[in-house]
């Protein structure tokens, strides 16, 4: 559990990296879980799991539920099956008939086919019969950009927000790019990419895109850079994290603001998880200070290190703070971890 600067490998540092956060705070998810139970319990059952390119087939009414999943697909060099890592991050419409399901170990890649490309799959509910709509994959795309890393829906289901938080490395070789976001629109039936959304200044192995939000009206996106270097002072503290927003204005999206912690360290993580309200005006914010970089292995502990959630609101262009939630010594999950995959 040392410094994430010593991992054998990029797929090593992914697996501690590609972990998504959770809901801002405990209470969030349970209140997703309640609606989610109180819809289940007034819904017809649906179970999710499985298709490839083709639609899935109706069971009928009688029968068991629809299952949808990726397909699993030979890879060269080994010319055998793996396991990829289809449903690492889900986002659903408003109305619950649009439905997108991120592959981020897809293996693809126009330009330097590899694991880790990434893709996301865009199923739509029709005539009660999940199909699938459109699976997309970024122009130009390499191994090692997790193109999925997080994604976000508006409302109408008709914009989608995709992180890949390690494109725009120099393939082949593994080191980590800047990371982007990709924008993609619905018109019908057919996706087409609308922006892409790089940090006003990119730095490499930030991650932008690691954590991404969108606005009910899909005008408004939020994005993590959890592992972006601040400068304070003069002094840079890598690890400290950002959040940039961005928002559509006649057609162009463009970088509204770039939020940091009120007193940034070396390895807060801030951004690792973010939550945005419907309207665009409330941001939550995870900075997972007790991570592998502040442990202490030898004693114990993340010495002076709690995990922290920061509220900030936004009045006109302006965001300001409006409130700190703040863990314990002894709760290391607070809000969400850095260390286990947990989920979106």
Same mark, same amino acid.
């Given at each position: 559990m040392g410094d994430r600067?010593?991992?054998a490998s990029r797929a090593g540092c992914m697996q501690r990296r590609s972990e998504p956060a959770v809901s801002c705070a405990r209470a969030l998810k349970r209140a997703a879980l309640a609606l989610a139970l109180s819809a289940a319990v007034n819904a017809a059952? /649906?179970?999710? *799991?499985?298709?490839g390119d083709a639609p899935a087939r109706s069971q009928g009414a009688s029968a068991s539920p629809q299952v949808l999943t990726s397909e699993y697909e030979l890879h060269e060099p080994t010319n055998s099956t793996r396991n990829q890592q289809y449903g690492g991050q889900v986002a659903l419409s408003a109305d619950g008939r649009t439905m997108v399901v991120a592959d981020v170990w897809y293996f693809g890649g126009a330009q330097w086919p590899w694991y880790g490309s990434g893709a996301v799959y865009v199923y739509a509910r029709t005539n009660?019969?999940? /199909?699938?709509? *459109?699976k997309l994959q970024p122009p130009d795309a390499r191994g090692y950009d997790f193109f999925g890393s997080d994604v976000a829906l508006s409302a109408d289901g008709d914009t989608l927000a995709i992180g890949a938080q390690g494109e725009g490395h120099e393939a082949p070789t593994q080191n980590s790019g800047p990371g982007s976001v990709f924008v993609f629109t619905r018109r019908g039936a057919a996706w087409t990419q609308e922006a892409m959304l790089r940090a006003v200044n990119p730095q490499d192995a930030a991650s932008f895109g690691r954590s991404v939000e969108m606005s009910a009206s899909g005008d408004v996106v939020a994005v993590g850079a959890p592992y972006a270097t601040a400068m304070i002072d003069v002094s840079p503290a890598p690890g400290a994290g950002a959040v940039y927003v961005f928002e559509k204005r006649d057609a162009v999206w463009l970088s509204q603001a770039a939020l940091r912690a009120p007193n940034p360290q070396s390895d807060d993580q801030f951004g690792l998880g973010v939550r945005l309200s419907g309207d665009g005006l409330t941001i939550c914010i995870l900075a997972a200070e007790q991570n592998y970089a502040t442990e202490d292995v030898v004693n114990g502990g993340w010495p002076n290190r709690n995990n922290t959630v920061y509220v900030f609101g936004r009045v006109e262009s302006a965001w300001n703070l409006q409130a700190e939630f703040e863990g314990s010594s002894d709760d290391p999950m607070f809000a969400g971890t850095s260390y286990e995959p947990v989920g979106q």
């Open positions: 600067s010593g991992c059952p /649906v179970e999710i *799991a499985s298709t009660e019969t999940w /199909v699938l709509e *459109a």
